[in-house]
């Protein structure tokens, strides 16, 4: 069982930018293509990014292409999204989940395995 943490959500002003970070204790991620999804109160799960496997490419919703990236660091088993251009409406709960591979677009919601969640807030 693939156990996922995710870490540095918060608060932050329009305008903003965060970075989070997804990690697995115990077990590797090299194998695993990672993704991140969205959650946000009274709306439909969101795909955000997936990551192909150690090298592989990214894809990204069209609402956080150029804003959104996502990088992996294989040395730290860690995966990251840094978060820029910040608005209201990326208010979310966030989640990075771990699959065998990221399908085809859109970017997918359902994983295999998934962490429980930081919560991004984007206010004034």
């Known amino acids: 069982q693939l156990q996922l943490v995710e870490s540095g959500g918060g608060l932050v002003q329009p305008g903003g930018s965060l970075r989070l970070s997804c990690t697995s204790p115990?077990?590797?991620?090299?194998?695993?293509?990672i993704g991140w999804f969205r959650q946000a109160p009274g709306k439909e799960r969101e795909g955000v990014s997936c990551?192909?496997?150690?090298?592989?490419?990214?894809m990204y919703a069209d609402s956080v292409k150029g804003r959104f990236t996502a990088s992996r660091d294989n040395a730290k088993n860690t995966v990251y999204l840094e978060m820029t251009s910040l608005t209201p409406e990326d208010t979310a709960v966030y989640y990075c989940?771990?699959?065998w591979g990221c399908g085809y677009y859109p970017v997918p919601t359902e994983y295999d395995y998934r962490g429980q969640g930081t919560q991004v807030t984007v206010s004034s």
């Open positions: 990551t192909l496997s150690s090298g592989g490419s990214t």
């Open positions: 989940g771990a699959a």
């Open positions: 115990g077990s590797s991620l090299d194998l695993y293509a």
